[in-house]
């Protein structure tokens, strides 16, 4: 089975950045899509960015233009890189990947965001 492990959340200020990595092992040649969820308090938990193994990326409209995914498949590792950060970005950002059709989530990495 997958094992992810996040890593890069803290406290910051609005209007600044933040990096989040998510470090894939165990059964990792079945991976597939890599991403990211992050989940507000009362809010339901909410998608926000995949890659494909072949690069194929998506967004939510909300983080277009200010977070970027990347992956690095020899180290099975996503990256988000999170730029003009705003205060309605506070939320435990967890990391997701398909092992083979099943989900595998990770523990989720706080970031807060102060104004």
């Known amino acids: 089975q997958v094992r992810l492990v996040e890593s890069g959340g803290g406290l910051v200020q609005a209007g600044g950045s933040l990096r989040l990595s998510c470090i894939g092992s165990?059964?990792?040649?079945?991976?597939?899509?890599m991403g990211w969820y992050r989940q507000a308090p009362g809010k339901e938990r909410e998608r926000i960015a995949t890659i494909s193994t072949g690069g194929t990326i998506d967004y939510v409209d909300s983080v277009k233009g200010r977070f970027t995914v990347t992956r690095d498949n020899a180290k099975n590792t996503v990256y988000l890189q999170m730029n003009s950060l705003e205060t309605e970005d506070t939320a435990v950002y967890v990391c997701?990947?398909?092992?083979?059709?099943?989900?595998?989530w990770g523990q989720g990495t706080q970031v807060t965001v102060s104004s």
């Open positions: 165990g059964n990792t040649q079945s991976l597939n899509i």
């Open positions: 997701c990947a398909e092992e083979g059709s099943l989900p595998r």
